[in-house]
């Protein structure tokens, strides 16, 4: 089990902490609870970016294999769409369904 201040078993400074704070902070909107009255808290819908770097295991895969072997919640056809239209990309930049994931690759 790690501690909760460290990562990999190498310790995280404070700086380190307070960035991934602050990053965590700048998504999540600053009204986040409704309270329509049934005495229940909801939380307002928000979007969110999902975060990835290339896993070892999906390099020198296509992007679209990947999505549809390890995201299987949407057919094939979703994950296409979604390489092609750019809501799935690259280190920023969109890619063909059948780019080849490297090392390194930041996958948003």
Known sequence: RQDAGTRFGKQMGKAS????REHLEKQRPK??????GDGLRHVRPY????RTNAKGRWLK????DVFTSEFGAYPNEYYEH???SGRIRVNGDIVSP???????????
Request: net charge positive; hydrophobic share 40%; charged share 30%.
């Open 17 to 20: 902490r307070k960035r991934k």
């Open 31 to 36: 009204d986040v609870y409704h309270f329509p």
């Open 47 to 50: 979007v969110y970016e999902f």
């Open 61 to 64: 895969r296509t992007i679209l």
């Open 82 to 84: 979604a390489i092609i």
């Open 98 to 108: 059948s780019y080849v994931l490297h090392n390194s690759d930041e996958i948003v």
